[in-house]
């Protein structure tokens, strides 16, 4: 069976420190790219970061998280993190990670598989 499964997730002050997992199974991190999406309270889910496969180009669609957040691809361990550093209340959310075919992509309707989500609250 194919699953992501994201962990991590949690309670966290401004200007702290969280890393969320993505365990992948039932395929290659060589053959699908892995994005992380988060959709905050009442709003939309936007596309964060994505990795391509065989973790060959990295990817951030939040500008205000790109000197913050930073992805990164164990492929013995089929599994991907995100090291969130100096979270801001603006980041709280449920993370996705979802899978596409090789290419990264920052919409929605490209995945072809989704995680159930972990939160982060980002409290003081």
């Known amino acids: 069976d194919v699953q992501l499964v994201e962990s991590g997730g949690g309670v966290v002050q401004p200007g702290g420190s969280l890393r969320l997992a993505c365990g992948v199974h039932g395929f290659s991190l060589d053959e699908h790219a892995i994005a992380w999406f988060r959709q905050a309270p009442g709003q939309g889910r936007e596309a964060v970061a994505c990795?391509?496969?065989?973790?060959?180009?990295?990817?951030y669609y939040v500008a205000s998280v790109k000197d913050r957040f930073t992805f990164s691809s164990d492929s013995a361990k089929n599994t991907v993190y995100l090291q969130m550093n100096n979270v801001r209340p603006e980041d709280t959310a449920v993370y996705y990670c979802?899978?596409?075919?090789?290419?990264?992509?920052?919409?929605?309707?490209?995945?072809?598989?989704w995680g159930k989500g972990a939160l982060v609250n980002v409290s003081s």
């Open positions: 979802a899978a596409a075919y090789f290419l990264c992509n920052e919409y929605e309707n490209a995945m072809n598989y």
């Open positions: 990795i391509s496969s065989s973790a060959t180009r990295t990817y």
